[in-house]
């Protein structure tokens, strides 16, 4: 399991983070949840749930969990970026852990959901920023 301290510093255990945190600061980060992460909680652990295959697990992530109890946000890329035409009509909120991390850093520092979303979200995943739809 890895954890993000402050965004920057990291540390890695074979502890369950269900048994170093407290249920109610954990935030399971999965590309599944009903809910956009508005802001980052300095209070809160976020948990970014990592998979090779999205195709094949699809909602993992969210089932997790949900069978841990735990609070479940997404990143907020459908209320910041629009989805753009692209030759396979294909469109993915799903992102590798570095590009989760990429968009939490660069959030933590700019506090802009836009600048974020554009450092962590490549082109190829089927979205934009809306000022790049010209």
Do not use: C
């Not at 510093?9 to 009903?34: G, N």
């Not at 629009?82 to 968009?103: C, G, P, R």
Request: no cysteine; charged share 20%; aromatic share 12%.
């Amino acid at each position: 399991v890895l954890f993000l301290f402050y965004i920057f510093q990291m540390d890695t255990t074979q502890e369950s983070y269900l048994d170093l945190f407290p249920l109610d600061a954990i935030v399971y980060l999965t590309p599944d949840s009903e809910n956009a992460l508005e802001d980052i909680d300095p209070n809160k652990v976020y948990v970014l749930g990592g998979l090779v295959d999205e195709s094949i697990h699809k909602k993992l992530t969210l089932q997790r969990a949900q069978e841990q109890s735990l609070q479940t946000a997404r990143l907020p890329i459908r209320e910041y970026m629009v989805k753009t035409v692209n030759t396979k009509n294909y469109h993915s909120e799903t992102l590798a852990i570095n590009q989760v991390f990429d968009v939490l850093s660069t959030y933590y520092e700019t506090r802009s959901w836009p600048a974020a979303l554009k450092a962590g979200v490549s082109s190829g995943k089927g979205y934009v920023l809306p000022d790049a739809v010209k």
